[in-house]
């Protein structure tokens, strides 16, 4: 019985990381707005210091509605989602997390809705810049409220869902929509290249 019961204290110290992809992992604002000036150059568009709302959508739309109908198109087509380009540091830095003591990382992504392309290609991403052994670390849920965890690093400022009180610490990873946002009091992490991650975690491990 002792065994199994540190084996229960064992896992229950683990830091359970949960960690977005989008805008977190794989830069989807970047590759949106180069795609959108190759395909409609001489259409008005948004620069990414000027991008506010968390659906790029909703920004264009304001400008025009055909606009916001172009921005979507782009992302349902074929092989956006599989060619993101990554946020700087962000696979070094997940297999950091992945070999620390301590520590137990998932990937935790929403799907888009049109899933037809989406839904392959986050799990082609992965593969591709993470290994393979990551497929087997993936969370897709359309409700990351009911996602179990310690922490979740996600650019949307307001996760909302099913359970009113996640039981996961939200920190907001920087991103161009979401710099001049109201966060609440959450904590942000700006980027995987200067090391406040590494802090980060062992903040949040001491209190596990
Ligand atoms: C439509 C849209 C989706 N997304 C991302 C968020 C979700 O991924 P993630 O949960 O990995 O951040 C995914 C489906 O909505 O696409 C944006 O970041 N901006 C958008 O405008
Ligand atoms: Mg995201």
């Known amino acids: 019985m002792a065994g199994k019961n540190s084996f229960r204290n064992h896992s229950e110290r683990k830091l359970l990381v949960l960690v ?12 949106l707005l180069q795609e959108f000036q190759s395909r409609h150059p001489n259409d008005p568009f948004i620069p990414l210091e000027e991008r506010r709302t968390f659906y790029a959508r ?9 606009l916001a109908d172009n921005i979507r198109d782009i992302y349902n087509s074929e092989g956006f989602f599989r060619d993101l380009p990554e946020i700087p540091g962000a696979c070094d830095a997940m297999k950091e997390l992945k070999e620390m003591e301590g520590v137990d990382v998932f990937i935790c992504s929403s799907p888009l809705t049109s899933y037809e392309f989406c839904l392959k290609e986050k799990f082609q991403w992965i593969e591709e810049h993470l290994g393979q052994e990551w497929l087997d ?4 849920t359309k409700d990351k409220t009911v996602a179990n965890g310690h922490v979740l690093i996600d650019d ?3 996760i909302k869902g099913a359970i009113r009180k996640p039981i ?3 920190v907001v990873f920087t991103a161009c929509h979401n710099v001049h946002s109201d966060i609440r009091g ?5 980027n995987w290249t200067d090391g406040s991650w590494r802090d980060l975690i062992l903040d949040l491990q001491m209190r596990v």
């Open 20 to 31: 977005d992809m989008d805008q977190v992992l794989c830069d989807f604002e970047m590759r």
């Open 58 to 66: 909703d920004q264009y739309a304001k400008i025009r509605a055909d």
């Open 137 to 140: 670390k993936i969370i897709l």
């Open 156 to 158: 949307r400022p307001n």
């Open 168 to 170: 996961w610490e939200h």
């Open 186 to 190: 959450k904590r942000r992490l700006d």
